[in-house]
């Protein structure tokens, strides 16, 4: 079966940090550029960052400190976003999306692409 899997969400202390999954399972990751998205209640999903197929050129939504980072590991067929510092405006369902890019070294966190698998989600709540 062809599917993106995240994991790793869960309930965190403001102030924490958390590493979510997206594994890739019935095709090689590697071949496709990764975004990470989040849809907070109420509001519409919007791009945290993406990191090209060929893992050396990284884009960010935030410019700021503390963003999140991102990582590839192409023998386990995932990618890791890094998330620090967490605050509770950061509670949000949390996914992944995969493209192949003609360019390995490009990658895109746009709604408007169609992306050509998405996973289904894994909540990320910041709370005390």
């Known amino acids: 079966q062809l599917q993106l899997v995240e994991s790793g969400g869960r309930l965190v202390q403001p102030g924490g940090s958390l590493r979510l999954s997206c594994s890739a399972s019935g095709f090689t990751l590697e071949d496709y550029a990764v975004a990470w998205f989040r849809q907070a209640p109420g509001k519409e999903r919007e791009g945290v960052l993406c990191?090209?197929?060929?893992?050396?050129?990284?884009v960010h939504a935030d410019s700021g400190e503390g963003r999140p980072t991102v990582s590839r590991d192409d023998a386990k067929n995932t990618v890791y976003l890094q998330m620090t510092s967490l605050k509770p405006e950061d509670t949000a369902v949390y996914y992944c999306?995969?493209?192949?890019?003609?360019?390995?070294?490009?990658?895109?966190?746009?709604?408007?692409?169609?992306?050509?698998?998405w996973g289904q989600g894994t909540q990320v709540t910041v709370s005390s």
């Open positions: 990191i090209s197929s060929s893992g050396n050129s990284v």
């Open positions: 999306a995969a493209v192949r890019l003609p360019q390995r070294g490009t990658c895109v966190f746009r709604t408007d692409v169609k992306y050509d698998y």
